[in-house]
């Protein structure tokens, strides 16, 4: 199977290279008007960071793609409840990423602390780790040695406290997700309450129905998409949920790494249950089964995007739409590390500019709005990554539009506010583009 996507490849590849329009320049969202916005704890209304959201450049030479981006998503970030003093900041990355992605033929290249890739919001992509692990001259958590085998705490368990409704965090600024970034209110099983408290969204909202979006690039150049896909890799079979190959290993104490290392580790038991660290995990592979992924999370397949076939990584989750390890990409690289970020683009380039045209399409049952009848807050909700600014208008009997509100590229949910409606039937309509895409009705009733 190897050998037939690596012949697919090549024909990709050069479709990549000699095309201008190609997924890894387009598929970046890009705004340079929209700032965004944020919480704190113990208020419940969200301030503006006066930040640009999104991408506000994209650029492109042969064998690169420049992506401008300060770092911040469309939808709010925080509240960050486990005492974080950090707030999303302008981080003004510019993500260098190959349109030649190359498999690595030698070792694997292991993800590491810090940015593995980039989300197309411009947000960055971390691996698992959280930067701790057990030292046992302390039988504590501390800061080891980098690369020197231990047993590393698994940043999605550790550190779910502090995430935000999307499930990210920032880093002495630098907002980031370990995980699939949809919202934590969205998934079947809900693992944190912090939605509960504050207004908030994520990326896109996943759908078992639909292959699953292109949401960022690995620092090897190859495309990362969320957890569902076609089921064969030659795109055919239908949609199922790619599902990660790695396993809890069958252990009762931590004496040994999974390549044999002795090193002891913290003691397995209701404070460190099995899941807790990195190197529980084992990877078990499943002949034969297409939609179990490869030791990178990863796949040869044929994607909307890439109809010849790509190398991809996805976004893990389980049944219930909770992230399953390693969650994006690890724990290494299949391919060669030489993407990365810069301070200035050093060679001519093309920018990239969108041509303007809707790209959003949107049918009644990709559209939840709630609740309905609405008295106080009616909040409308898009059931997959919206690519392109949409704005709702809420339009009474007479087609008089009584209040306007956008759910902005890069977000799924938007609010009107209700406290001047007057009771009555109104019309939501979207309009993305100039173009009217969809319109529904709902009731305010203040009874």
């Not at 698994?154 to 630098?174: I, L, S, T, Y």
Request: with cysteine; aromatic share 10%; charged share 10%.
């Amino acid at each position: 199977m190897k050998k037939l996507f690596l012949s697919l490849l090549v024909l990709s590849t050069a479709v990549i290279a000699n095309g201008q329009t190609s997924p890894v320049i387009t598929s970046w969202l890009q705004n340079n008007s929209v700032t965004g916005t944020y919480y704190v704890s113990g208020s419940s209304t969200a301030l503006s960071n006066s930040v640009l959201v999104n991408c506000q450049k994209v650029e492109y030479s042969t064998d690169w793609v420049y992506v401008h981006s300060k770092g911040v998503p469309s939808y709010p970030t925080g509240p960050f409840l486990d005492g974080n003093p950090s707030l999303t900041s302008d981080q003004n990355t510019i993500y260098k990423i190959s349109r030649k992605p190359q498999a690595n033929t030698s070792t694997a290249t292991k993800t590491a602390l810090g940015i593995t890739g980039a989300f197309i919001n411009g947000v960055a992509m971390f691996d698992c780790q959280d930067g701790k692990s057990w030292l046992t001259s302390t039988n504590n958590w501390g800061n080891g040695m980098p690369g020197a085998p231990a047993w590393r705490r698994d940043a999605v368990v550790f550190e779910r406290a502090g995430f935000d409704c999307a499930k990210g965090h920032p880093a002495k600024g630098q907002y980031h997700h370990h995980q699939n970034p949809s919202a934590f209110n969205l998934d079947k099983v809900v693992l944190s309450t912090v939605c509960n408290l504050y207004a908030a969204d994520g990326l896109y909202k996943i759908d078992p129905t639909k292959h699953s979006p292109l949401i960022g690039y690995a620092l090897d150049g190859y495309p990362v998409y969320g957890a569902y896909a076609y089921k064969n890799v030659d795109g055919t079979g239908g949609i199922v949920r790619m599902q990660s190959s790695y396993q809890l290993r069958s252990i009762t104490s931590r004496t040994a790494l999974p390549d044999g290392t002795v090193l002891t580790g913290p003691p397995i038991n209701t404070t460190y249950p099995l899941g807790t660290c990195i190197e529980d995990y084992e990877y078990v592979a499943h002949a034969g089964v297409s939609e179990c992924l490869d030791e990178h999370n990863g796949r040869f397949c044929v994607t909307p995007e890439y109809l010849a076939g790509t190398y991809a990584y996805f976004a893990t989750v389980d049944a219930n739409y909770n992230s399953v390890y390693p969650y994006i990409i690890g724990p290494t690289y299949y391919g060669v590390t030489s993407s990365t970020t810069v301070t200035t683009v050093s060679e001519s380039t093309t920018t990239y500019a969108p041509t303007g045209v809707a790209q959003v399409t949107m049918a009644a049952n990709d559209v939840a709005i709630f609740p309905n009848p609405a008295s106080d807050i009616l909040a409308v909700q898009v059931g997959h990554l919206v690519t392109e600014d949409v704005v709702l208008n809420m339009v009474n009997i007479k087609g008089q539009v009584v209040q306007t509100v956008h759910i902005n590229k890069g977000s799924t949910i938007a609010y009107f506010d209700l406290q001047t409606v007057y009771n009555g039937m109104y019309s939501i309509s979207f309009t993305s583009g100039g173009q009217l895409m969809l319109a529904k009705q709902v009731i305010v009733n203040k009874n």
